[in-house]
C-alpha cells in the first residue's frame, strides 16, 4: 500500500501511519540529539555510559510523546491542509514533551543524559515532525500533475482574511477551475507585495487593465466585509471587462468555515442593485404577532406568501389565508406545514369581491391583524380592463376593511404600491382609492387602520427580472419599454419584513412610505442581467426598447407632494401624512362608481379621475415624468 492510500484510507489505518511515522521521529531525534552532544563522534557516543539505558528511554519517550500529540490533534489533521495552525501544535506539544524529560532527567538516579539533551531533542523533534506534516503538502502540490493552462485565468479582488481562504481554497482544491494570477486590493500598503505566491498587481480602478494585461477570464470579489454599495461600485467597474464574475458568501459563512470552492457563487442582480440589508425591530413584531389570529387575503401571491411565512415564524394563535388561486393556496399550504409543523394553520378559497364570503370567513374566525395583499397588479393588463381592477381592487378592499370594522378586528393593513402617487394607470389610481378607503375608516371606526407603500419587489409576479430572464434563455431579444425608465426595488422579504414592522408601528390611519434606496434604470438592470448571463449586450442578444405602455411612468414617486414626511424608529419606514376627504361626498362617488362597475361602463377612468384629482390618465404610451 503506497503513502498516498494510507493517507487517505480508513481513519484508524491513517492514525496507526501517523503513528509508527513519529515514533521513528522521535528516536532519530534521540540519537541525532546524542550525536550534536557528541560532534557528531559515533564511537564515542556508543561509549558512553548512557547508551546502557537508550532502550528503555526510547519506549518510554515514544509512548510518553504520542500521549501527548494525541491532545494536540496530530492524528487528525489533513496533511494536504497543514499550515500554521498545525505546526503551532507540533511546536507546543514537543515543547511540552522537552519540559517534561528536562524534569525527569534532572531527578537524582534518572539524570543518565547531559542537562542540554532534553532540550536538543526536543527541538529537533519539532522539526522532524513539522517538516513531515509540511512535507507531504509541498510534496502533493510539487507532483501533482498542473493543469493551470486549461483552468480559468482568474482576478481576485480583496488581498484580506477572505481573499487569503479563497487563494488557498483555488491553489489546494482539486475541484478549482481557477488559476488566480493576480490580486486587486485598494490598501495602497499591499500593492507589488505577494500573497501565497501571487502578485497584488493594483486597485479596483486598475481593474480593466489588469485584465487586459494578464488576460483575465473570471473574476472573484472576495470581500464580505464590504457594504452593499462599495460591492456594487466594484462590480460596475467589473463589468467594464467581459469577464465571468463570482463573490464569495457572506462573511457569517468564513466565520464558521464554510468557504469551499463549491461555495463560492455567481454574481447576482442582488449584488448590482447595491441596497444594504435591511434591519428590522424583531421584538416588536413578534409582540405584534405572537398568539394573535392572523389573515392574510392573496395569501398565495408573492407579497402575500411571504407575509405568511414571516408570521408563521412568530407564533401566531392561527394564521388565516384567503386565497382565490387554489394552486397558489395548496402551494404556501404545503410549504408552512412542512416547516411548521405545530402552526394552527387554515386555508381558505374566495374573492375579496364577495362580500358574502369575506364576512363569513371574518365570523368564523374572528381574527385580530389582518393584512390585505389581494389585488389585480399589472397595470397594462388593467389599462385594457379598469373596470376588472376597481372591483378587485377598491370593492374587495372595502369589503374585507368593512368586514374588519364590524368583526372589531384590533389591525387592518393595506399593502399599497408606489403608483398610487400621481397615479397615471387604473391600477395605480385603484390603490390610491384604497389608500383614501383606509383613511376614512381610521376616522369611524376602532380598528386601527393603517397602509403601506413600496415599489417593485424583485422576483415577483410580474417583475421584470423573471420576463428578462425568459427572454435571455431565449437568446433574445430583451425587451425595455424606455431607454430612461427607472424604478426602485426591494427584495420580496425585505419588503414583507418592513410591512411587519410598519403594521406594528400603526396607530391611526397612517400611510407608513418605504424607503426603497436608489432607484434603478431598468436598461442598466437588463444589460447587467445579459453581462452576468455570459453574453454581450447587443452582440449576442439585442436589447430592444419597445415604447412606454399604456399607462405607464418613466418614474414612480413615493410620496405625494401634499404628504409631507414624519420619521419613524426605523430609518427605511417613514410615514406620509394623510390628505383631507370629504367623506360625505367620497361616500357618494363610491356608491356612483359602484353602480358603473356592476354595469360595466366605459365611464369608469373618467369617474376615478373625478374622485382621484391627482390621477391623470394617459392613454397613448407617451412618457410620463411625474
Known sequence: MNQKSLLHGSKPLRVAFLVSLDILLINVASILALLILENFNWDRMMDRAYMGHIM??????????ILIFFPFKLYNSLWEFAGIDELMHVSVAGAIVSLLKFIVNSIDGLDFFPISYPIISGLLLIALVGISRIGYRALRMLIRPSNASVKRRTLLIGAGNAGS???REFQTSVKSVNNVVCIVDDDFNKR????????VAGNRNDIPAIVEKYRIEEIVLAIPTADNQDRRDILKICQKTDCHLKTLPGIFQLANGEVAIQKIRDVSVLDLLGRDSVKVDLSDISAFLRG???LVTGG??????????????NEPKELVIFEIYENNAYDIQQELLRNYPDLHLSVVIGSVRDKDRVDMIFRQYR???????????HVPLM????????????????NVASAADRFHAKKFVLISTDKAVNPTNIMGA?????EMIVQVFANRSETCFAAVRFGNVLGSNGSVIPLFKKQIEAGGPVTVTHKDIIRYFMTIPEAVSLVLQAGAYAVHGQIFVLDMGEPVRIDDLARNMIRLSGFTPDVDIAVKYTGLRPGEKLYEEMLMDEEGLQTTENELIHIGKPLEIDEALFDRQLSRLKQACLENSDRIVDLVAEIVPTYHPKRSGEPVHS
Open 383 to 398: 389599462e385594457v380592463s379598469p373596470n376588472e381592477a376597481i372591483k378587485n381592487n377598491v370593492f374587495g378592499t372595502l
Open 56 to 65: 528503555v528511554y526510547s519506549v518510554v519517550s515514544s509512548v510518553l510523546t
Open 165 to 167: 481562504m479563497a487563494l
Open 430 to 434: 385603484s390603490k390610491r382609492l384604497c
Open 192 to 199: 507589488g507585495n505577494y500573497l501565497r505566491g501571487v502578485k
Open 292 to 294: 394573535k389570529t392572523i
Open 367 to 377: 381574527p385580530d391583524v389582518v393584512f390585505h395583499a389581494a389585488a389585480h397588479k
Open 300 to 313: 398565495g401571491g408573492s407579497i402575500g406568501s411571504e407575509l405568511c411565512r414571516q408570521i408563521a415564524k
